[in-house]
């Protein structure tokens, strides 16, 4: 398997444009994970899905951002209009949960994450 | 937000030397785990530990799960300079999905 694949690595794009962040994840998982990572605050969860459906979009930073998961095999992070805090390096991580559909399923399975895409918005 | 909290924020060591890492977390959990970080990559999964564990071995990683503090200790043992990477503990809470990773420990292996 060729792993969580991530696109692109690189985008240096100017303030008011609209970024599109793309992500595959390892077939047959069901979870999939957005993270943005700064040197100030870390590795923050922006969004997570479960079975292509958004569970927990509470990391999202404002409606500038959004995260659709159309299918199993792939996932988008958008920001419109971008801004220059949102300057970041962006990872999608993909996971199996054993169990799907309930408030008490937990993910035990680990994270396979993305190489990432660095954000720099000008 | 952190759930974590890795201490200390940057370590060097001596290769040859062990290198502990401590994590503390605020919430019950379902499990702990650690992940590694090369500069300019993705987190690498390294181990996880259940909330009914205590300790845990994975070659030279030793991870131990006091739940009653509320914290974790990653130890590699006879550390290598490729062993130089920031490391990062994650908790899955016992309510949600959600992964949460602390801020990480940068550990620097001087030949």
């Known amino acids: 398997d060729a792993g969580v694949i991530q696109s692109p690595r690189h985008e240096v794009t100017e303030m008011g444009q609209e970024v599109t962040l793309r992500c595959k994840p390892i077939s047959g998982h069901n979870s999939l994970f957005w993270y943005r990572q700064t040197m100030m605050r870390g590795l923050e969860l922006l969004i997570y899905f479960n079975n292509n459906v958004p569970i927990d979009d509470s990391g999202m930073p404002e409606d500038r951002f959004s995260a659709k998961m159309p299918n199993a095999s792939f996932s988008t992070l958008k920001i419109q209009p971008s801004e220059p805090r949102d300057s970041a390096v962006y990872f999608c991580a993909s996971s199996f949960t054993p169990l799907t559909g309930t408030s008490a399923t937990l993910n035990t399975g680990e994270l396979f994450f993305g190489e990432g895409s660095r954000l720099t918005v000008l | 937000s952190q759930q974590g909290e890795e201490d200390p924020q940057a370590l060097s060591i001596q290769e040859g030397e062990n290198a502990t890492m401590n994590c503390s977390y605020k919430?019950?959990?379902?499990?702990l785990q650690w992940y590694r970080q090369n500069s300019g990559r993705g987190l690498v999964h390294l181990i996880l530990?259940?909330?009914?564990?205590r300790e845990k071995h994975s070659g030279r990683l030793r991870v131990t799960l006091d739940t009653s503090k509320k914290s974790s200790s990653l130890l590699i043992t006879a550390s290598r300079a490729a062993d130089t990477a920031s490391y990062f503990c994650a908790t899955e809470g016992n309510r949600d999905d959600k992964i949460i990773f602390g801020k990480g420990t940068r550990l620097h292996i001087l030949p």
């Open positions: 919430t019950s959990i379902n499990n």
């Open positions: 530990i259940r909330s009914n564990e």
